[in-house]
């Protein structure tokens, strides 16, 4: 038996983890009322939903909080507010420092403890909509400043990540800051973003992705390379395209850029891997062989009695997230006006994005998953060395604790195609046809053009299929 001071300091270790333990449900499951009124299309009722949450402005979701609200007001066609809160997840992501308690935390607990700070494809996301906002409201010098921030946040991605087999730079967004440049007449640095992100395409995009450049692209890197004086260049895309026909001929009136955001971006789950351990000199090496995975812990630095606490595990289980696809409903899309038709072609697979940026960090996910429960398990046998029933109790409170952080921004798109389509000067009716899944469903659209003028549209669809839990 423990003496009567050890009491109280392990009776109130239990009670502090007991009050750390994490609901089994996941993040998508305990926001069912604002998931279900997004994905049936109930945005005013999404929207009261999320903003009667206010206290998560603060919180531990405050990233989500923001860029939830920023994307249901773009949808809402409520512009400026959006942006508001798009700056707001913007600035959070530039002074986001750790909060090194909840850090520690999370190692006796899981990482549910600590601040979402959003994946790497979500700031860059929050940025499209930030520019898309500004470029709808005809705001173009306001948009050329998410480019530039965008160009840096793109910095950063290379910097951080050098293997050339891992997500670190996003045509997508070369092709949007291509668009931005345009519709300021800057053909000079248009020029420049499509080339980078026709090189993107071509180099990183069809191997990583299995996603092919837009042809849309080709014509709009030989537009600016043309209206920039680059003859050269022009000459020479040309017949890297096999495009030996083509000649730059401007528009009589305006143009339309249409995006179309198709489905819903994958949720966060989670999933279990079962260890056993394998001790060898100073090392615990927990192993799976299912997996091809063995992971060395370091017995250095620990006390003989956490040593004796490590030596003595055998099998156990870590979580760790992952993601789940929604299929999309629809498969593709038709724009049709004044005659002519064109396909919509895919700029952007958001759910391949996320799922390569989740396996990218997977082996730090692994150890710190490894390292937690380490932890946890010679905590436990220590305190069932003075008191096996409160090392019972703390061992069933560790089980329940070892949960995945499945927090993501789960309102993005499944995926984003565009098209752009001349307009002639005066009203015109444009007609966009989505197809798949054994249906069809045809949207119209009147637009309202100037020579010259170019203007932009966002169409989603938010039908998707359920997600596949099965492992």
Known sequence: MPSRSKQPLLKLTILFSFFLVCSCATYYQS?????????????NDALATLQASSTESGGKQEFLFYVNNGLVLSMLGRYAESNEYFEKAFIFGEDY?????????????????????????????????KALNFLK????????????????????????????????????IHTLMGIIYESDKDFNNAFIAYRNAVEIYEEDYQQLFQITMPDQLKSDLLRTAWLSGFHDEFELFKEKFGMPDYR???????????????????????????????????????SN??????????????????????????????????????????????????????????????????????????????????????????????????????????GMINAITEKADTRNWQTLPHSIYY???????????????????????????????????????????????????GY
């Open 31 to 43: 926001n069912t009322a604002f998931n279900k009124n997004f994905e049936q299309g109930n945005l």
């Open 97 to 129: 420092r750790k909060n090194y308690f909840y850090e520690v935390t999370s190692y006796l607990t899981n990482p549910s403890v600590t601040t979402y700070k959003g994946e790497d494809h979500e700031h860059l996301m929050l940025l499209y909509y």
């Open 137 to 172: 409201l005809g705001k173009t010098q306001e948009a050329l400043v998410e480019c530039r921030r965008l160009n840096i946040r793109l910095q950063q991605l290379s910097d951080r990540y050098t293997d050339e087999h891992k997500f670190q730079r996003d045509a997508f």
């Open 248 to 286: 730059f001929e401007p528009t009589e009136g305006g143009e339309l850029v249409l995006f179309w955001h198709n489905g819903l971006s994958p949720i966060k789950a989670e999933w279990g891997i079962n260890f056993v351990v394998d001790r060898r000199d100073n090392f615990v090496y927990f």
């Open 289 to 394: 062989q299912q997996l091809g995975i063995s992971f060395p812990f370091s017995l250095d630095g620990y006390d003989e009695r956490d040593k004796h606490g490590l030596s003595r595990l055998e099998i156990f289980r870590i979580a760790l997230p992952r993601y789940l696809e929604r299929p999309t409903h629809y498969t593709g899309a038709t724009v049709s006006w004044q005659g002519n038709t064109s396909d919509l072609q895919l700029l952007e697979d958001v759910n391949k994005i996320a799922f390569k940026s989740l396996q990218q960090r997977m082996t730090l996910e692994l150890s710190k998953a490894l390292i937690r429960v380490a932890l946890k398990k010679a905590t436990e046998y220590q305190v069932k060395q003075e008191d096996k029933t409160l090392g019972s109790v703390l």
């Open 419 to 469: 098209a752009r389509i001349p307009l002639a000067a005066g009203q015109n009716k444009i007609t966009l046809q989505l197809t798949g899944g054994g249906d069809s469903h045809k949207n119209e659209f009147l637009y309202e053009a100037k020579k010259g003028q170019i203007l932009f549209h966002t169409f989603s669809s938010l039908e998707s299929g359920y997600p596949n839990y």
